[in-house]
């Protein structure tokens, strides 16, 4: 009982900041920083970013406090735009033991028999515990999504705020994610002859349905339903990015291979543990890739050739490159993107792969990845460069409002460092 009260408190504390947080609005000054802008302005040393009403009005070369702001100085530390986790299940689902319905993971259902029509945003739930363990790490935001179907597609995934605000979804449908690695084919007939044959029926079906009556009152004989052509013709139009996850170099050239079946589809590679046995062709055919660059070892006959270096090489070749894991522990992501600067990626296209390389995969740069005036004001003071493991986020601004810099995991630390060894565990506030 007193686990759950003391649950319940959390949730509800954190619902009231990030509530309370609008109606406490404040000009902020944050000075003395180096300011890790991914823009024109590149990196500033000791400048001042000024935030008022939620955006960002000005990034300054030198330390000044115009009146009415607020100032927090920064002097010696970083500041970079709010990290942004690529293709994690945040939201989605929560800690183990009683965790209930976890919905990162749909079972087969009669609306969608290859699972494109899946659509994750009606699933989020803000407060979850595992929001605000990721917040703390330097995250505002993130992508997220089906982790397992069972089917051909894992739905359709979402941009979501780590605010804690109960309007979480950002930008719902913001992709359609297929599996064709060895995982996927084993799901699907287990074995490729099998599963891209039904790829390309889905993709051919939806691209015949745009020209046909789709009204429950039409026939449709279609593979696909007509929930799961709907959801992929905007893929076929180029609206929505298409997230092929490949792994051996053979089916990284099989998922180019769509670009040129469907000249419209925004393609973007995942994992591509491979991918830099074929990158000129990658950066030939503008794909970027989202990867988790600890992969090292062969885990499976699609990854004899995984390399610590296989983010710097992609680079190298004019690759855009994305970090992140498909995991609610996307918090890991900062120390994988330092050890991929340790194996040759430039420490800019480091901090880039966190943030504004993201944005410009899911159609966020309007908003979100770069510090400039106009944009959303959501960043991070770090006490020093994020990359490395030794270092950490002191503040974090969603909308130019500094969050609660707290979890449930810092919550039970304090709880136990501090309690009363007269009394027993469970008893100790």
């Given at each position: 009982?007193?686990?759950?009260?003391?649950?319940?408190?959390?949730?509800?504390?954190?619902?009231?900041?990030?509530?309370?947080?609008?109606?406490?609005?404040?000009?902020?000054?944050?000075?003395?920083?180096?300011?890790?802008?991914?823009?024109?302005?590149?990196?500033?040393?000791?400048?001042?970013?000024?935030?008022?009403?939620?955006?960002?009005?000005?990034?300054?070369?030198?330390?000044?406090?115009?009146?009415?702001?607020?100032?927090?100085?920064?002097?010696?530390?970083?500041?970079?735009?709010?990290?942004?986790?690529?293709?994690?299940?945040?939201?989605?689902?929560?800690?183990?033991?009683?965790?209930?319905?976890?919905?990162?993971?749909?079972?087969?259902?009669?609306?969608?028999?290859?699972?494109?029509?899946?659509?994750?945003?009606?699933?989020?739930?803000?407060?979850?515990?595992?929001?605000?363990?990721?917040?703390?790490?330097?995250?505002?935001?993130?992508?997220?999504?089906?982790?397992?179907?069972?089917?051909?597609?894992?739905?359709q995934g979402a941009v979501i705020s780590?605010?804690?605000?109960?309007?979480?979804?950002?930008?719902?449908?913001?992709?359609?994610?297929?599996?064709?690695?060895?995982?996927?084919?084993?799901?699907?007939?287990?074995?490729?002859?099998?599963?891209?044959?039904?790829?390309?029926?889905?993709?051919?079906?939806?691209?015949?349905?745009?020209?046909?009556?789709?009204?429950?009152?039409?026939?449709?004989?279609?593979?696909?339903?007509?929930?799961?052509?709907?959801?992929?013709?905007?893929?076929?139009?180029?609206?929505?990015?298409?997230?092929?996850?490949?792994?051996?170099?053979?089916?990284?050239?099989?998922?180019?291979?769509?670009?040129?079946?469907?000249?419209?589809?925004?393609?973007?590679?995942?994992?591509?543990?491979?991918?830099?046995?074929?990158?000129?062709?990658?950066?030939?055919?503008?794909?970027?890739?989202?990867?988790?660059?600890?992969?090292?070892?062969?885990?499976?006959?699609?990854?004899?050739?995984?390399?610590?270096?296989?983010?710097?090489?992609?680079?190298?070749?004019?690759?855009?490159?994305?970090?992140?894991?498909?995991?609610?522990?996307?918090?890991?992501?900062?120390?994988?993107?330092?050890?991929?600067?340790?194996?040759?990626?430039?420490?800019a296209a480091g901090i880039a792969s966190?943030?504004?390389?993201?944005?410009?995969?899911?159609?966020?740069?309007?908003?979100?990845?770069?510090?400039?005036?106009?944009?959303?004001?959501?960043?991070?003071?770090?006490?020093?460069?994020?990359l490395e493991v030794t270092q950490a986020?002191?503040?974090?601004?969603?909308?130019?409002?500094?969050?609660?810099?707290?979890?449930?995991?810092?919550?039970?630390?304090?709880?136990?460092?501090?309690?009363?060894?007269?009394?027993?565990?469970?008893?100790?506030?």
């Amino acid at each position: 009982m007193n686990f759950v009260k003391q649950t319940i408190s959390f949730f509800v504390g954190t619902s009231i900041l990030a509530s309370s947080a609008l109606v406490q609005a404040e000009k902020i000054a944050i000075t003395g920083a180096q300011i890790h802008t991914m823009a024109s302005a590149g990196v500033i040393e000791e400048g001042t970013l000024l935030l008022d009403k939620g955006k960002i009005q000005q990034v300054l070369d030198s330390k000044s406090v115009p009146s009415g702001y607020r100032e927090i100085d920064a002097s010696g530390k970083v500041v970079t735009p709010g990290f942004i986790g690529a293709l994690t299940s945040l939201g989605l689902q929560e800690v183990s033991l009683s965790a209930g319905i976890v919905d990162a993971r749909v079972d087969a259902h009669p609306v969608s028999p290859v699972g494109a029509a899946y659509d994750v945003q009606y699933g989020v739930n803000a407060d979850s515990t595992l929001l605000p363990i990721t917040r703390v790490e330097g995250f505002t935001h993130a992508v997220t999504g089906l982790s397992r179907t069972g089917q051909l597609f894992n739905g359709q995934g979402a941009v979501i705020s780590l605010s804690g605000e109960f309007d979480a979804v950002v930008k719902p449908q913001a992709y359609v994610h297929v599996d064709v690695s060895e995982n996927g084919a084993d799901t699907n007939g287990e074995s490729r002859a099998a599963m891209w044959v039904a790829l390309n029926q889905s993709l051919d079906e939806a691209m015949f349905a745009a020209n046909v009556d789709l009204s429950p009152t039409e026939d449709w004989e279609g593979m696909i339903t007509r929930a799961d052509a709907k959801a992929l013709m905007p893929v076929l139009k180029g609206e929505v990015p298409l997230l092929v996850t490949a792994n051996r170099a053979s089916d990284i050239l099989q998922a180019l291979a769509i670009k040129q079946r469907y000249s419209n589809v925004d393609l973007v590679l995942v994992n591509a543990v491979e991918g830099w046995r074929v990158a000129e062709q990658i950066a030939e055919a503008q794909v970027p890739v989202i990867l988790n660059p600890e992969n090292n070892l062969p885990g499976g006959f699609d990854q004899l050739g995984a390399t610590l270096e296989n983010a710097a090489r992609l680079h190298k070749a004019g690759v855009l490159v994305a970090i992140g894991m498909d995991t609610h522990n996307i918090r890991l992501a900062p120390q994988h993107a330092g050890n991929a600067v340790a194996n040759g990626l430039p420490h800019a296209a480091g901090i880039a792969s966190l943030t504004l390389n993201i944005a410009k995969i899911f159609g966020l740069t309007d908003t979100l990845g770069s510090l400039e005036p106009g944009k959303e004001a959501s960043l991070v003071i770090w006490s020093g460069d994020p990359l490395e493991v030794t270092q950490a986020a002191e503040q974090v601004f969603i909308k130019g409002e500094p969050v609660e810099m707290t979890s449930r995991q810092i919550q039970l630390r304090d709880r136990y460092m501090k309690r009363d060894p007269a009394k027993p565990v469970g008893y100790t506030r």
